[in-house]
């Protein structure tokens, strides 16, 4: 079993195989990934088995995503955007916002292994 070296694994090594009872085993079969994705291991045939976020895992061909850990251990990372005070052109910076938070949007983010959010913008 392979996992990412980034957050994500810290957060499955640290937090997820303790609370499932597993640290002990997956110290001794899982490899830490540091210069690659996981999902190109995992296609080279070097692990069965990877975890890493979907968003890393979906463009990799060779693999089949076989789904999300459990919602009980799932960590969810939201991913944010903002507009400088110096920006150079603010009406251009809240559509590029306002289009990635929009419905026309979603399927894209989607097929790249995100979940888009809906909220209203406040503008």
């Given at each position: 079993m392979a996992y990412s070296a980034s957050a994500s694994g810290t957060y499955l090594s640290t937090e997820v195989?303790?609370?499932?009872?597993?640290?002990?085993?997956?110290?001794?079969?899982?490899?830490?990934?540091?210069?690659?994705?996981?999902?190109?291991?995992?296609?080279?045939g070097?692990?069965?088995?990877?975890?890493?976020?979907?968003?890393?895992?979906?463009?990799?061909?060779?693999?089949?995503?076989?789904?999300?850990?459990?919602?009980?251990?799932?960590?969810?990372?939201l991913f944010s955007a903002g507009i400088t005070s110096n920006v150079s052109s603010l009406d251009a910076s809240r559509d590029l916002i306002a289009y990635l938070a929009s419905p026309k949007a979603a399927p894209t983010i989607q097929k790249a292994g995100l979940k888009p959010l809906l909220p209203p913008l406040p503008w």
């Open positions: 195989f303790p609370k499932l009872g597993i640290a002990e085993q997956m110290s001794k079969t899982a490899r830490k990934i540091y210069s690659e994705r996981v999902g190109t291991v995992v296609a080279r070097d692990a069965e088995l990877g975890f890493q976020q979907v968003s890393e895992l979906m463009p990799i061909p060779g693999i089949d995503f076989i789904g999300e850990i459990p919602a009980e251990v799932q960590q969810t990372v």
